[in-house]
């Protein structure tokens, strides 16, 4: 794998969110990637029925899966998770995989948001209330097989971490290493890095497209632009490289 050289001085590295970790929470090895299409083709064959949650893991998905994998993203000094996904293939049926979750949800205290699904014959878009914050799911049809998207958020953890937006707007959290050297031009106004390890700097915007252009002593280094929606969360890359911003609420 190739590397570009970047052009600017080690010392004025870009930490873009550095109470960000973000983890990827590893499957056992049976259960992680992807089975191979003939036998994706076989598995509602091999397990008859109706689906059912698996009891071992946080995110709840049937254990008839061909494919799935989780993602953890936590805040410094903050023990809860900020936010966690789930992608999964399903060898079912779009309507059984979308009455499961209807079904065993509200079991585990997830009740569905009224008038806001948008369900059709192979796609869904729904939002549900979760004890830890909402929840997002998307379910289509591809290969024979469902597919879910979810995504919950924690509200508690976000707020403890300060990366809740003010209501209906999106917040931005980006930082720079060295003091007083960059700043951050976006949305017709410039923005003053105060810079330091550990010291994000946080920005509300409406929901919308943004362009961003990163300057450092008075010279752009990164131009780039960011599409967000209310009540969400963005790390904001800033550095020289094809790093993309990252949803973190």
């Not at 780039?224 to 609420?249: G, M, N, P, Q």
Request: net charge negative; proline share 8%.
């Amino acid at each position: 794998m190739v590397k570009r050289a970047s052009n600017i001085p080690t010392g004025w590295r870009l930490v873009v969110c550095g109470l960000l970790l973000l983890a990827s929470c590893p499957l056992p090895a049976h259960a992680e990637g992807a089975v191979p299409h003939m036998a994706r083709l076989y598995l509602a064959r091999l397990w008859p029925g109706p689906l059912k949650l698996d009891p071992d893991v946080d995110l709840p998905v049937p254990t008839r899966i061909s494919h799935r994998h989780f993602t953890t993203q936590y805040a410094d000094g903050v023990k809860a998770p900020i936010r966690r996904t789930l992608s999964a293939s399903i060898p079912a049926e779009f309507s059984d995989v979308l009455a499961f979750y209807r079904a065993e949800l509200p079991k585990l205290g997830w009740q569905e948001v009224a008038g806001g699904p948008m369900v059709a014959a192979e796609h869904a878009e729904l939002s549900f209330t979760s004890p830890q914050g909402p929840v997002s799911m998307k379910l289509d049809r591809s290969k024979d097989e469902t597919t879910v998207e979810l995504v919950q958020r924690n509200t508690e953890a976000a707020a403890k971490a300060n990366f809740l937006p003010i209501a209906g707007q999106a917040r931005l959290i980006f930082g720079y290493l060295v003091p007083d050297v960059a700043s951050l031009a976006i949305n017709d106004q410039i923005v003053k890095i105060e810079g330091g390890l550990n010291h994000p700097q946080m920005l509300d915007l409406p929901p919308g497209t943004y362009s961003y252009q990163l300057l450092v002593s008075g010279h752009p280094v990164r131009t780039d632009s960011i599409t967000v929606a209310a009540d969400e969360a963005w790390a904001l890359r800033l550095s020289d490289d094809e790093s993309k911003s990252d949803r973190v609420y």
